[in-house]
């Protein structure tokens, strides 16, 4: 591995996307190419796919990758003490980001894990019933063409913690996507970008 300046990625803007088809493959480069060229065109070849923009978000936090650790175990032999390293849990992977559109019913059935709009109020369900929404997730970070994405095919989408109404600034929703295997059994992390010569699988 040699110094590579272009394989740095310096981020700018950011997109965050679900897809409440689950997906097995996340879009083309070209693809992705003619989002950033017409990010709010609705016949964009990702929006028209059918992912969900999940719009406005907090600059300040970005994007936050988070997770629980793998726990793991070394077994011995008779010979030697530390014979193979295993995994007993594997890795939960998740991110976070905070929604600025609490005026979106999408947002807040994300929020909810559901919810219906009656004579212009939004109701949600009911506390025992509220569970997280699944889809695949879509993670786009640009700076001026120059972009990274982060594709999951099964992600758990809800409410990372309160919702936040602060006096003389943004309103803010927080989510949460969680990382669950795929129904396919492949890979459940997918890092997107041109200087790959394809998708690279976690």
């Known amino acids: 591995m040699a110094l590579n300046d272009a ?15 689950k ?17 709010d065109l609705a016949t964009n070849p990702i929006l028209a796919a059918g992912y969900i923009d ?3 978000t907090e600059a300040e936090t970005g994007l936050t990758f988070d997770g629980d650790e793998e726990e793991e175990e070394v077994l011995p032999t008779f010979q030697k003490k530390r014979f193979k390293r295993v995994i007993t849990t594997p890795a939960v992977d998740s ?3 905070v929604a600025h559109q609490i005026k ?8 909810y894990g559901g919810g219906t709009i009656v004579d212009g109020a939004f109701k949600a369900p009911p506390a025992a019933s509220r569970q997280p929404i ?54 459940d992390q997918w890092w997107l970008s041109k200087s790959f010569t394809a998708p690279v699988g976690g």
């Open 23 to 39: 997906q097995d493959a996340p879009p083309s480069s070209e693809e992705i190419d003619a989002f950033l060229a017409n990010p």
């Open 104 to 111: 979106d019913p999408q947002i807040l059935r994300f929020y």
């Open 134 to 187: 699944e889809g695949s997730g879509l993670v786009l970070l640009n700076e001026g063409g120059d972009w990274i994405g982060s594709f999951n095919p099964r992600v758990a989408v809800g409410r990372d913690s309160f919702i936040d109404l602060p006096q003389g600034e943004l309103s803010k929703v927080p989510l949460k996507a969680t990382v669950l295997e795929p129904d396919n059994n492949e890979s």
């Open 54 to 56: 999940l719009g406005h």
């Open 95 to 97: 991110y976070s980001i």
């Open 7 to 21: 394989a740095v990625q310096y981020i700018d803007t950011g997109r965050f996307f679900v897809h409440l088809n």
